[in-house]
Protein backbone atom coordinates (compact mmCIF):
# COMPACT_ATOMS: atom_id res chain seq x y z
CA UNK A 1 0.00 0.00 0.00
CA UNK A 2 2.92 2.51 0.95
CA UNK A 3 4.29 1.71 -2.43
CA UNK A 4 0.86 2.35 -4.50
CA UNK A 5 0.29 5.63 -2.83
CA UNK A 6 4.15 6.48 -3.44
CA UNK A 7 3.79 6.05 -7.14
CA UNK A 8 0.24 7.17 -7.12
CA UNK A 9 1.30 10.80 -5.61
CA UNK A 10 4.09 11.27 -8.03
CA UNK A 11 1.00 12.19 -10.53
CA UNK A 12 -0.15 15.43 -10.21
CA UNK A 13 -3.14 16.17 -8.01
CA UNK A 14 -5.76 16.47 -10.61
CA UNK A 15 -4.85 13.03 -12.10
CA UNK A 16 -4.28 10.61 -9.01
CA UNK A 17 -7.93 9.95 -8.90
CA UNK A 18 -7.71 8.87 -12.40
CA UNK A 19 -4.43 6.76 -11.67
CA UNK A 20 -6.39 5.23 -8.23
CA UNK A 21 -9.18 4.33 -10.95
CA UNK A 22 -6.48 2.74 -13.16
CA UNK A 23 -4.53 0.83 -10.72
CA UNK A 24 -8.31 -0.53 -9.72
CA UNK A 25 -9.13 -1.58 -13.37
CA UNK A 26 -6.13 -3.29 -13.98
CA UNK A 27 -5.89 -4.97 -10.35
CA UNK A 28 -9.53 -6.21 -11.44
CA UNK A 29 -7.86 -7.87 -14.48
CA UNK A 30 -5.14 -9.89 -12.78
CA UNK A 31 -8.04 -11.09 -10.76
CA UNK A 32 -10.34 -12.21 -13.02
CA UNK A 33 -7.76 -13.86 -14.68
CA UNK A 34 -6.61 -15.87 -11.62
CA UNK A 35 -10.13 -16.35 -11.15
CA UNK A 36 -10.07 -17.95 -14.62
CA UNK A 37 -7.13 -20.22 -13.84
CA UNK A 38 -8.46 -21.38 -10.67
CA UNK A 39 -11.47 -22.31 -12.72
CA UNK A 40 -9.62 -24.21 -15.58
CA UNK A 41 -8.09 -25.57 -13.00
CA UNK A 42 -11.32 -26.96 -11.56
CA UNK A 43 -12.47 -28.16 -14.73
CA UNK A 44 -9.42 -29.75 -15.48
CA UNK A 45 -9.04 -31.73 -12.68
CA UNK A 46 -12.61 -32.83 -12.82
CA UNK A 47 -12.70 -34.12 -16.24
CA UNK A 48 -9.11 -35.98 -15.55
CA UNK A 49 -10.53 -36.98 -12.22
CA UNK A 50 -13.88 -38.76 -14.40
CA UNK A 51 -11.20 -39.80 -16.73
CA UNK A 52 -9.28 -41.73 -15.11
CA UNK A 53 -12.08 -43.41 -12.94
CA UNK A 54 -13.83 -44.63 -16.22
CA UNK A 55 -10.23 -45.97 -17.36
CA UNK A 56 -9.73 -47.41 -13.83
CA UNK A 57 -6.40 -46.40 -13.06
CA UNK A 58 -5.73 -46.43 -9.04
CA UNK A 59 -5.79 -43.05 -7.26
CA UNK A 60 -7.73 -41.61 -9.68
CA UNK A 61 -9.17 -38.79 -7.57
CA UNK A 62 -5.46 -37.91 -6.47
CA UNK A 63 -4.31 -37.91 -10.09
CA UNK A 64 -6.98 -36.15 -12.02
CA UNK A 65 -6.46 -33.37 -8.76
CA UNK A 66 -2.81 -33.42 -9.65
CA UNK A 67 -3.87 -32.55 -13.01
CA UNK A 68 -5.70 -29.79 -12.35
CA UNK A 69 -3.48 -28.00 -9.87
CA UNK A 70 -0.77 -29.02 -12.73
CA UNK A 71 -2.60 -27.31 -15.09
CA UNK A 72 -1.48 -23.85 -14.07
CA UNK A 73 2.19 -24.52 -15.71
CA UNK A 74 1.47 -24.18 -19.21
CA UNK A 75 2.38 -27.33 -21.37
CA UNK A 76 4.66 -28.57 -18.53
CA UNK A 77 2.24 -29.57 -15.79
CA UNK A 78 -0.12 -31.56 -17.95
CA UNK A 79 2.75 -33.49 -18.76
CA UNK A 80 4.08 -34.09 -15.39
CA UNK A 81 0.39 -35.51 -14.33
CA UNK A 82 0.02 -37.41 -17.09
CA UNK A 83 3.30 -38.84 -16.62
CA UNK A 84 2.28 -39.79 -13.33
CA UNK A 85 -0.57 -41.40 -14.64
CA UNK A 86 1.15 -43.32 -17.31
CA UNK A 87 3.60 -44.57 -14.62
CA UNK A 88 0.67 -45.77 -12.24
CA UNK A 89 -1.28 -47.75 -15.28
CA UNK A 90 2.15 -49.03 -16.59
CA UNK A 91 2.72 -50.29 -12.79
CA UNK A 92 -1.07 -51.46 -11.83
CA UNK A 93 -2.84 -51.93 -14.88
CA UNK A 94 -6.61 -51.03 -14.93
CA UNK A 95 -9.35 -52.25 -12.25
CA UNK A 96 -11.63 -53.35 -14.76
CA UNK A 97 -10.36 -53.10 -18.21
CA UNK A 98 -9.23 -56.61 -18.66
CA UNK A 99 -5.70 -55.56 -20.82
CA UNK A 100 -2.05 -55.56 -20.55
CA UNK A 101 -0.91 -52.72 -18.43
CA UNK A 102 1.30 -51.32 -21.33
CA UNK A 103 -2.41 -51.16 -23.15
CA UNK A 104 -4.30 -49.26 -20.64
CA UNK A 105 -0.67 -47.19 -20.27
CA UNK A 106 -1.24 -46.24 -24.03
CA UNK A 107 -5.10 -45.31 -23.58
CA UNK A 108 -4.16 -43.27 -20.86
CA UNK A 109 -1.60 -41.69 -23.39
CA UNK A 110 -4.24 -41.37 -26.19
CA UNK A 111 -7.17 -40.07 -23.39
CA UNK A 112 -4.71 -37.21 -22.42
CA UNK A 113 -3.78 -36.30 -25.87
CA UNK A 114 -7.55 -35.75 -26.87
CA UNK A 115 -8.43 -34.16 -23.04
CA UNK A 116 -5.21 -31.77 -23.57
CA UNK A 117 -5.78 -30.49 -26.77
CA UNK A 118 -9.32 -29.84 -26.02
CA UNK A 119 -8.17 -27.85 -22.69
CA UNK A 120 -5.47 -26.04 -25.16
CA UNK A 121 -7.84 -25.48 -28.39
CA UNK A 122 -11.17 -24.78 -26.88
CA UNK A 123 -11.52 -24.60 -23.13
CA UNK A 124 -8.58 -22.18 -21.62
CA UNK A 125 -9.42 -19.44 -24.73
CA UNK A 126 -13.52 -19.86 -23.74
CA UNK A 127 -12.64 -19.67 -20.09
CA UNK A 128 -9.99 -16.73 -20.41
CA UNK A 129 -11.79 -14.68 -22.49
CA UNK A 130 -14.81 -14.72 -19.86
CA UNK A 131 -13.02 -14.00 -17.57
CA UNK A 132 -11.20 -11.13 -18.79
CA UNK A 133 -13.99 -10.01 -21.71
CA UNK A 134 -11.80 -10.82 -24.53
CA UNK A 135 -11.91 -12.69 -27.89
CA UNK A 136 -11.31 -16.10 -27.24
CA UNK A 137 -9.53 -16.44 -31.22
CA UNK A 138 -7.04 -13.13 -29.75
CA UNK A 139 -6.84 -15.76 -26.07
CA UNK A 140 -5.91 -18.54 -28.48
CA UNK A 141 -3.52 -16.93 -31.16
CA UNK A 142 -1.81 -14.67 -27.94
CA UNK A 143 -0.87 -18.57 -26.18
CA UNK A 144 0.51 -19.77 -29.23
CA UNK A 145 2.50 -17.06 -30.47
CA UNK A 146 3.70 -16.34 -26.83
CA UNK A 147 4.78 -20.12 -26.45
CA UNK A 148 6.54 -19.91 -29.31
CA UNK A 149 8.55 -16.87 -28.80
CA UNK A 150 8.64 -17.03 -24.95
CA UNK A 151 7.67 -20.60 -23.90
CA UNK A 152 5.94 -21.12 -20.43
CA UNK A 153 6.39 -18.33 -18.77
CA UNK A 154 4.92 -16.64 -22.39
CA UNK A 155 2.29 -18.44 -21.95
CA UNK A 156 1.29 -18.08 -18.77
CA UNK A 157 1.82 -13.78 -18.68
CA UNK A 158 0.43 -12.97 -22.34
CA UNK A 159 -3.35 -13.42 -21.76
CA UNK A 160 -3.01 -10.86 -18.76
CA UNK A 161 -0.29 -8.48 -19.99
CA UNK A 162 -2.71 -8.65 -23.30
CA UNK A 163 -5.80 -7.51 -20.84
CA UNK A 164 -3.99 -4.66 -19.13
CA UNK A 165 -2.79 -3.28 -22.25
CA UNK A 166 -5.89 -3.29 -23.48
CA UNK A 167 -7.14 -1.18 -20.33
CA UNK A 168 -4.04 0.99 -20.81
CA UNK A 169 -4.60 1.51 -24.64
CA UNK A 170 -8.15 2.22 -23.74
CA UNK A 171 -7.64 4.76 -21.27
CA UNK A 172 -4.79 6.66 -23.73
CA UNK A 173 -7.65 6.92 -26.79
CA UNK A 174 -10.04 8.46 -23.75
CA UNK A 175 -7.82 11.14 -22.66
CA UNK A 176 -6.11 11.80 -26.25
CA UNK A 177 -9.93 12.52 -27.32
CA UNK A 178 -10.93 14.71 -24.67
CA UNK A 179 -13.46 11.94 -23.02
CA UNK A 180 -13.94 11.33 -19.88
CA UNK A 181 -11.26 9.48 -18.41
CA UNK A 182 -13.55 5.92 -17.81
CA UNK A 183 -16.58 4.90 -18.89
CA UNK A 184 -19.09 4.54 -16.09
Given at each position: P???????????????????????????V???????????????????T?????????????????????T??????????????????????????????????????????V?????????????????????????????????????????????????????L??Y??????????F??
Open positions: HILDWLINLAPQAHRYEMRELYKRLQNWMAYLRGQIVLMLVVGIVFIAWVIIGIPGALVLGALAGLFLIPDVGPFLAVALAFGVALLEGSNWIPLSNAWVAGIVAATYLLINLKNFFLRPIIMGRSLRMNEALIFISIMIATILEGIMGALLVVPVLASVAVMELRRRILGLPAEE
